[in-house]
């Protein structure tokens, strides 16, 4: 069974960095889909950054340019590098996983297994 935990969020000002980090357990990274998403309170969860079991990335327009997906299979870690960021990226930050690895849209329904997310504040 996957299970993911998040970790790097925080309070940043705009314009700041941070990189968010998703563990697996329980399932080699190497064989998983894995999606970054974030929400806000009484909005739907939405598509930020997704890479393919086969590497190949997807990001929603709002984050082209800023944020970047990394993987580090040993470390069975999933990055997301964020840069420049803005006062509308404040919201909860989640990691999803598909572990049949034919996840490709950054669709939420794509995925079966989220962990408890990270919050990202961006305030000055």
């Known amino acids: 069974q996957v299970q993911l935990v998040e970790s790097g969020g925080g309070l940043v000002q705009p314009g700041g960095t941070l990189r968010l980090a998703c563990e697996a357990s329980g399932f080699s990274s190497d064989q998983l889909a894995v999606g970054w998403f974030r929400q806000v309170p009484g909005k739907e969860r939405e598509g930020v950054a997704c890479i393919t079991i086969g590497g190949t990335t997807r990001y929603a327009d709002s984050v082209k340019g800023r944020f970047t997906l990394s993987r580090d299979h040993a470390k069975n870690t999933v990055y997301l590098q964020v840069n420049g960021l803005e006062p509308d990226d404040t919201a909860r930050y989640y990691c999803?996983?598909?572990?049949?690895?034919?996840?490709?849209?950054?669709?939420?329904?794509?995925?079966?297994?989220w962990g408890q997310g990270t919050p990202v504040t961006v305030s000055s």
């Open positions: 999803a996983a598909d572990s049949y690895g034919i996840a490709w849209q950054c669709k939420t329904y794509e995925y079966d297994t």
